[in-house]
Nanobody
Framework: QVQFVESGGGLVQPGGSLRLSCAAS????????MGWYRQAPGKQRELVASMRGSSSTNYAESVKGRFTISRDINKNTVSLQMDSLKPEDTAVYYC????????WGQGTQVTVAS
């Protein structure tokens, strides 16, 4: 069974940084495009960053230049380094494949507020 376990969220002031981590299991991780999604209150879930293999990345315009996705194929983990955080980055963050599968983890809450 596919499983994603996210961690690393928290409360941070505007301009601060957080690093999210996700452990994936139950699939052949190395061949998957992996992504980080987020869902803010009252909004649809959106894809903010994705990574194919170990070097090809894509970012939503809203996070480009501030977020960096990375992965460790040997450890089946994917991370999201988030810098220069803004209040509008507040959301629950999830990892999943791209396109996403029907199995979602519990997510990790990121709150950017002073």
């Amino acid at each position: 069974q596919v499983q994603f376990v996210e961690s690393g969220g928290g409360l941070v002031q505007p301009g601060g940084s957080l690093r999210l981590s996700c452990a994936a299991s139950g699939m052949i991780f190395s061949i998957r495009v992996m992504g980080w999604y987020r869902q803010a209150p009252g909004k649809q879930r959106e894809l903010v960053a994705s990574m194919r293999g170990s070097s090809s990345t894509n970012y939503a315009e809203s996070v480009k230049g501030r977020f960096t996705i990375s992965r460790d194929i040997n450890k089946n983990t994917v991370s999201l380094q988030m810098d220069s955080l803004k209040p509008e980055d507040t959301a629950v963050y999830y990892c999943n494949t791209v396109p996403y599968q029907d199995y979602w983890g519990q997510g990790t809450q990121v709150t950017v507020a002073s």
